[in-house]
């Protein structure tokens, strides 16, 4: 079983900024790692994605030009750097790691295999 521990969310201003770590209990040179997030009643929606080799990446067009995903293979951790921050942006943030099958493009939930507990971040206007 492939443990996520997500931290680095917390309550900001509009306009702020965080850093959101995932560290895994296993490499990650061969997963897609993505970060989603999921607002109260709203369904769960992938925000970035970085796939294996670290070449290719997917962003929301939400977040495009905003938030920006990195690895550390070495470290086994996923980042997710998250800039300008909008009331919108409130919500629960996964990490999720796909291992047994690649992501698709754009990325699905259930493309991923391993999910993180999440960690939150709020935005106030």
């Known amino acids: 079983q492939v443990q996520l521990v997500e931290s680095g969310g917390g309550s900001v201003q509009a306009g702020g900024s965080l850093r959101l770590s995932c560290t895994a209990s296993?490499?990650?040179?061969?997963?897609?790692m993505g970060w989603f997030r999921q607002a109260p009643g709203k369904e769960r929606e992938a925000v970035a994605v970085?796939?294996?080799?670290?070449?290719?990446?997917y962003y929301a067009d939400s977040v495009k030009g905003r938030f920006t995903i990195s690895a550390d293979n070495a470290e086994k951790t996923v980042y997710l750097r998250v800039d300008s921050l909008k009331p919108e942006d409130s919500a629960m943030y996964f990490c999720?790691?796909?291992?047994?099958?690649?992501?698709?493009?754009?990325?699905?939930?259930?493309?991923?295999?391993?999910w993180g507990q999440g960690t939150q971040v709020t935005v106030s206007p």
């Open positions: 999720a790691a796909a291992l047994t099958r690649r992501a698709g493009y754009p990325p699905m939930p259930a493309d991923f295999d391993n």
């Open positions: 296993v490499s990650l040179y061969s997963a897609d």
């Open positions: 970085i796939y294996t080799g670290g070449h290719t990446t």
